[in-house]
């Protein structure tokens, strides 16, 4: 998954297009131009997500009853990214149409675990499985303008969150678990302009997507293997909301500047799961264990600031 190609690529198609509208631009003989009816919007913004995935926030939800594990303070799990928006609007008919995507990818994360069982109290360093997980919308908005230099978007419309988690096969790019789901959201924006050159935005959305799920059964170690009865009609679920606050600022007439803080907060659970897993040990071919797969819901969220540039043609 090569993410700064996927958007060399998206920007080079928009420069294109930008410079062929710029291009075919003509100006009025009274050397003024007429107000534009619509417009078209590329935003970049160069984010450090704060990533805190379920596979942390579960961990300590999938231990043996006779043994209570904590997780605390994860590592690594920053990352640098540049989400990208474009958008239509027109002016005329008050609506705007929206598209927008990201993906995020966590090579080490790491956090303290503390286990507490009858042989005592110990604490050790963790690595989770590497991870990843992207995600695409599509909006349309109603434009509302309840007084002058305020517009209000009401509307919604389709979010597609995908689910990554590639554990000892990361050197193969193959996952050991994958959720592709998508569904309905209803998304609110507001934009107010309270002084010259410079507006304040906000937006929030609601969300849920439920997919399928896809496994692949992993070798825990050398020594160890693990079966499992399949994850036939087992889902995904995704439900949360996204909020993000802004502050723009237009130093040019196609052109603007953004600072912002946006945040993800989804609950991930798991459908019609019902797995077992057999693990067999190759140093004890007498000792092999049944554990029941199956764990709870819980909690994944993204957040940071960001700086943003758009331009406007």
Do not use: C
């Not at 990843?132 to 305020?150: D, G, L």
């Amino acid at each position: 998954m090569d993410l700064f190609q996927k958007y060399n690529i998206f920007i080079l198609l928009n420069l294109i297009l930008i410079s062929s509208l710029q291009g075919s631009e003509e100006t009025p003989k009274n050397g003024t131009s007429e107000k534009k009816k619509q417009k078209f919007e590329l935003l970049l913004k160069r984010q450090t997500y704060s990533f805190i995935p379920y596979n942390f926030t579960s961990y300590s939800e999938k231990t043996d009853p006779n043994e209570s594990i904590e997780t605390r303070h994860l590592q690594q799990n920053q990352k640098v990214l540049v989400p990208a928006v474009f958008s239509y609007e027109n002016y005329e008919k008050n609506y705007r149409a929206e598209i927008s995507y990201y993906e995020v990818e966590l090579v080490n994360p790491n956090s303290n675990v503390i286990r507490s069982n009858s042989s005592g109290l110990s604490a050790e360093r963790f690595y989770y499985s590497p991870l990843a997980r992207s995600e695409f919308e599509a909006n349309f908005y109603k434009i509302i303008s309840p007084i002058q230099n305020w517009n209000l978007y009401l509307g919604g419309g389709l979010r597609n969150i995908n689910k990554y988690t590639y554990g000892k096969y990361m050197l193969d790019g193959a996952f050991q678990e994958y959720f592709y789901t998508y569904g309905p959201q209803v998304s609110i924006q507001s934009s107010y302009q309270f002084i010259e050159n410079f507006t304040a935005n906000l937006s929030v959305d609601v969300f849920y997507t439920e997919g399928t799920r896809f496994f692949r059964t992993p070798m825990i170690s050398t020594d160890t293997l693990v079966f499992t009865n399949g994850s036939a009609g087992t889902r995904g679920i995704f439900r949360g909301y996204e909020s993000e606050i802004s502050l723009q600022y237009k130093f040019h007439e196609n052109m603007r500047f953004h600072l912002g803080y946006n945040q993800i907060y989804s609950y991930f659970s798991y459908l019609h799961f019902d797995q077992l897993n057999l693990s067999y040990h190759l140093s004890s071919p007498s000792y092999i264990s049944i554990s029941n797969g199956s764990r709870s819901g819980n909690y994944e969220i993204l957040r940071g600031f960001f700086l943003g540039f758009s331009v406007f043609f």
